[in-house]
């Protein structure tokens, strides 16, 4: 008896200290809030006239969002940053590219996030507070790159699936199947690319204005209003749990 107990005792310290940990070494992947909010995130972008049409039906929704976006297409359309932020959406960090960063020397990716975040403050004149590495792909050394560079790394636990060759069935299911206050909703502007350092494939077809639409639709007879990462937080908590890939 006194063995089981002091086994309870052995598990229940260690659940604490891998909670504890996961405080410690997280990434945020949704928001604990009363607020019935449901966090919107757009990566791979800034995709004209993609996000220009993103932000529109953003706007009739009176919704916000967190747009993460590469560094290999924002000298390009720096006006459109600017505008996002005007709409009051948030700017984020994506990457240098859309490369995966497993593996990379620590020195060097925190060089090129101190770097990147410093070149969209300069752009947008509003702090960059979050990042999500390409195929949300991080090892520890990435994870503490981010931290170490004032960033924090958002992850998402609900996909529109709009990167992948799935119908648009699909893509609706999973987006709003059991939606809840808090969930971070992973969707795309663009499609990374060649530009972007990459070769995954054709860019799956969709309207991805229409895809959005219905979503927030949905999510409005759900009482559920979209926000970015930034605007949940104002009355939410992040929720963080250890997430590393294999390849670290
Ligand atoms: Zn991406």
């Not at 560094?71 to 359309?77: E, F, K, L, S």
């Not at 990457?95 to 403050?121: A, C, M, N, Q, W």
Request: aromatic share 6%; charged share 25%.
């Amino acid at each position: 008896m006194r063995i089981v107990t002091a086994f309870g005792a052995v598990r229940g310290s260690l659940v604490a200290t891998a909670k504890r940990h996961s405080r410690v070494i997280g990434s945020t992947v949704a928001v604990s809030t009363v607020a019935p909010e449901i966090v919107l995130t757009f990566d791979d972008g800034p995709a004209p006239p993609v996000t220009e049409q993103l932000s529109a039906v953003l706007a009739g929704a009176g919704a916000t969002a967190t747009f993460f976006v590469l560094m290999t297409r924002v000298p390009a359309h720096v006006p459109v940053l600017q505008e996002l932020v005007t709409q009051g959406h948030e700017v984020a960090l994506h990457g240098v590219d859309h490369r995966r960063i497993t593996g990379r020397p620590y020195r060097e990716l925190t060089e090129e996030f101190r770097r990147s975040k410093g070149d969209l403050e300069d752009i947008t004149g509003v702090a960059v507070r979050w990042f999500r590495p390409p195929y949300g792909a991080q090892g520890p050394r990435a994870w503490l790159a981010a931290r170490r560079s004032g960033l924090e790394p958002v992850m998402w636990n609900r996909s529109t699936r709009d990167s992948a060759h799935v119908d648009d069935a699909e893509r609706f299911r999973a987006a709003t199947a059991g939606a809840r206050a808090g969930d971070i909703l992973l969707a795309h502007d663009g499609f990374a690319s060649l530009q972007d350092g990459v070769d995954d494939g054709p860019e799956p077809h969709l309207d991805r204005s229409d895809l959005l639409a219905r979503v927030l639709g949905e999510y409005q007879s759900l009482g559920l209003a979209g926000r970015s990462m930034s605007d949940a937080l104002l009355q939410g908590t992040p929720v963080r749990r250890a997430w590393f890939s294999a390849a670290l």
